[in-house]
């Protein structure tokens, strides 16, 4: 079974602070995904990566940023948490980026105070 | 651009109902589409799939029938439970991404 873990559940952190959130997963798959899952908007892309030390901007990729030094492991980086950035982050991973299934982990619920 | 739109939930059904959630879209060519669920407290996970038009994706007692005339994928299943209350969530392949609708919450009552 593929498995897509996230380093935390649950966040709280103050405005301004850096928040780095992690994602592992254990199939080798090429392709990584961060979302960010809001009420009545569904998941927006943040960034997306084909390869290591790959990345692409996705549809919001405004105040954070990514880092995937390892093809099992694709961080996203909040530079300086805003409350704006309250969310539900959902990270993926793929085999590949297209027709194939997109693996979720649990997803890690942010409050920024 | 290409897009997704889902009915607005939470959709309340009893135990046994019928159950349809409407997704319908808008895309150049012809797209696969994909039906998600996310149960309480848990990640997102396929629930089925259709590649071309026509295609019928089903899984747990639920399908869908790619309809290239109406552009729609409607979920179905013929007899809901309490265990499938979740967000279900439709999405189209563009452009190597997937696009999502705004999910849809089940509810289902005993």
């Known amino acids: 079974d593929v498995k897509v873990t996230q380093s935390s559940r649950y966040l709280v952190k103050r405005t301004g602070e850096k928040v780095f959130l992690e994602c592992v997963q254990d199939?080798?798959?090429?392709?990584m995904f961060w979302y960010r899952q809001d009420p009545g908007l569904g998941l927006r892309l943040i960034y997306f990566?084909?390869?290591?030390?790959?990345?692409e901007k996705g549809d919001i990729p405004e105040g954070y940023s990514v880092s995937r030094e390892k093809k099992e492991r694709f961080s996203l980086i909040l530079e300086s948490a805003s409350t704006n950035q309250t969310s539900m982050y959902l990270c993926?991973?793929?085999?590949?980026?297209?027709?194939?299934?997109?693996?979720f982990g649990p997803g890690t619920r942010l409050l920024v105070l | 651009g290409n897009s997704v739109t889902q009915m607005e939930g939470p959709v309340t059904l009893s135990e046994e109902a019928f159950l349809t959630i409407n997704c319908t879209y808008t895309?150049?060519?012809?797209?696969?589409l994909f039906w998600y669920v996310q149960y309480p407290g848990e990640g997102l996970q396929l629930l089925l799939k259709?590649?071309?038009a026509d295609d019928k994706g089903s899984n747990k007692g639920f399908e869908a029938t790619y309809r290239k005339e109406t552009t729609s994928f409607h979920l179905e299943k013929g007899s809901v439970q309490v265990s499938d209350s979740a967000v279900y969530f439709c999405?189209?392949?563009?452009?190597?991404?997937?696009?999502w609708g705004a999910g849809t919450k089940l509810i289902i009552k005993p």
């Open positions: 993926a991973s793929s085999e590949d980026p297209g027709q194939e299934t997109q693996y």
């Open positions: 199939m080798d798959h090429e392709n």
């Open positions: 990566s084909y390869d290591v030390k790959m990345k």
């Open positions: 895309a150049t060519g012809y797209p696969s």
């Open positions: 259709a590649t071309k």
């Open positions: 999405a189209l392949d563009s452009n190597y991404q997937l696009i």
